[in-house]
């Protein structure tokens, strides 16, 4: 039976070095600010019930709800900038 050709191996050069990119955390205000935005909105509805609708805008009068409602929804819209 024939002998069969044996193949060299190629020698051994490892991978060029990656250079490691540090990548800085930008987003570090976007918690701490949508966290904020919850907590402001349900202490205005909160305060516009205790204080049966004198404060904090009396004039508004129920759009003290819409305007608390409001700050909960700039919340969420600021989490969706959350990485």
């Known amino acids: 039976m024939p ?3 044996i193949r060299k191996k190629s020698d051994f050069t490892p991978p060029p070095e ?4 540090i990548k800085l ?4 205000w976007v918690a701490p600010f949508m966290l904020a935005l919850f907590a402001v909105g349900l202490l205005w509805i909160v305060v516009y019930y205790v204080t049966n ?3 904090p805008v009396e004039q ?3 759009w003290n709800i819409v305007v608390g409602f409001g700050f909960i929804a700039a919340g ?3 989490s969706t900038q959350w990485k």
């Open 3 to 5: 002998k069969s050709r």
């Open 53 to 55: 609708g004198n404060y």
């Open 18 to 21: 990656k250079k490691t990119v």
């Open 76 to 78: 969420f819209g600021v």
């Open 60 to 62: 508004m009068g129920n």
């Open 25 to 28: 955390d930008t987003r570090g």
